[in-house]
């Protein structure tokens, strides 16, 4: 493959990264729609729409603020400030971001539901799209791995063999999604408990993914990415403690 892929006919040509990453949003939300139908939504029509408004502006400015704090001196330098801030992003800084604006919203709303077990797959589905775009791109994308010699490293477009870290990711979600699928089988969880846990596992995940990454430090050993997992780790830290030393808090009766 030639990174960054290009797709086209003749001289039209398209970025698959831009492709993929399309698809991603236009997929998931229509795969949230379709959910939305299939299930009872305690949450009102009209709260809803606020909490689905209030996630998007809160995804969009914290995937780009966490972004542009992966390498602070970078962004004091850049010409244009304003532009290097829209350019960077990253997910956890998305995820973390939608998960503030939704609960300040659901505060002046009055909602007391959980607002994220229908969002969680629809986002699984969306951020495995989404990475296909990342894996096109290969170095020309943040997302790329550290130098390796495993025998599945990757030639992402510098001649250098690296961990797939997109890949990587795709498995991940893949998995994860399996896992609660079966764990809802298993045990009916509570309301918000499935969100909870996918925050839970992609936070732990990413933690442990950027000491494979060539990132910016800008604390010992840590990243900007990493702290923020941390932080959104300890926010769920009750969720952990229930989830391995009394999950029967997490469910809606016991069998």
Known sequence: MTYPL???IGNFKLSAHLLFETLSFVIGFRFFLYLKRKKTDPISESNRIWIIISATFGAFFFS????SLENPAAWAQANNPFLYFYANKTIVGGLLGGLLFVEITKYFLHEKSSSGDLFTYPLILALIIGRV???TSGVYEP???????????????DGILRHPVALYEIIFLAILWVLLCQFEKKQPYSMGVRFKLFMIAYLAFRFMLD??????????????IQLACL???????????????????LVIHER
């Not at 780009?64 to 972004?67: D, F, H, I, S, T």
């Not at 997302?143 to 477009?157: I, K």
């Open 6 to 8: 290009e797709l086209g």
């Open 211 to 224: 000491f494979i990454k060539p990132v910016h430090q800008i604390a010992p050993l840590l990243s900007a």
């Open 64 to 67: 780009r603020l966490l972004g």
């Open 133 to 135: 775009g990342c894996f």
């Open 231 to 249: 932080a959104g780790l300890l926010y769920y830290s009750k969720t952990i403690s229930y989830f391995f030393i009394n999950r029967r808090k």
């Open 143 to 157: 997302t790329f791995g550290r130098a390796t010699s495993l025998p599945w490293g990757m030639d992402l477009g």
